[in-house]
């Protein structure tokens, strides 16, 4: 696994299983591995208490990956439409465009998590984040695994993300098999 959950402060946990087949198809794209195995292991993920990994079949619409593309993409449409308004302009397109972005999370500041997608394989693809309202942008040039990890070990900083975030009191959690919040 890409992000250790001894860095997450999570329990070791054998995988469950997932239909990756049909959610990838509901995409219309192969996912990153990382991603896969993290959301295997830890279904409805929230990172240190601020980020949410969007997983499959989620509970809820604004919880589900393959829901929220489909927001993604009417989001998107009106902060450019907005962007355009202003003589402005937002540096990407949505998946499934070529290159277009894919959110994989949402931060409990409205902030997005995306995928930059591309032609190649699905574990090369880099990580952009968005200010809610489109006015910030924030690339990383890493996959989830190595997104989460430079964050928490700060190599890296996002700065649409709350100044004291991530801190030592930052808890993670996930749904167990029993459908029980947990928190490490």
């Known amino acids: 696994m890409a992000v250790g959950s001894a860095l997450l402060g999570l329990p070791e946990r054998p995988p469950r299983a997932i239909d990756w ?3 990838e198809e509901a995409l219309g794209t192969r996912l990153p591995a990382d991603y896969k195995d993290l959301i295997a292991r830890y279904p409805e993920l929230v990172v240190g208490g601020f980020i949410r990994v969007l997983g499959p079949h989620g509970r809820f619409p604004s919880m589900d990956i393959v829901a929220e593309s489909q927001s993604n993409q009417s989001w998107l449409e009106y902060i450019t439409e907005e962007a355009e308004h202003h003589d402005e302009a937002i540096p990407y397109v949505a998946y499934p465009a070529p290159g277009g972005i894919l959110r994989w999370g949402v931060t409990t500041n409205g902030d997005y ?6 032609p190649g394989d699905p574990d090369e693809w880099t990580i952009v984040v968005s200010e809610g309202k489109g006015d910030e942008w924030t690339e990383f040039a890493g996959g989830l695994g190595a997104f989460i990890e430079a964050l928490f070990l ?5 700065p649409c ?3 004291d975030w991530p801190h030592s009191g930052s808890t993670t959690t996930f749904r167990d098999r029993g459908d029980r919040a947990v928190s490490a």
């Not at 998590?113 to 591309?118: D, K, L, N, S």
């Not at 700060?154 to 996002?158: E, H, P, Q």
Request: aromatic share 12%.
């Open 161 to 163: 993300f709350r100044g």
């Open 113 to 118: 998590c995306h995928w930059r997608t591309g």
């Open 21 to 23: 087949q049909s959610v």
């Open 154 to 158: 700060a190599r890296s900083t996002v």
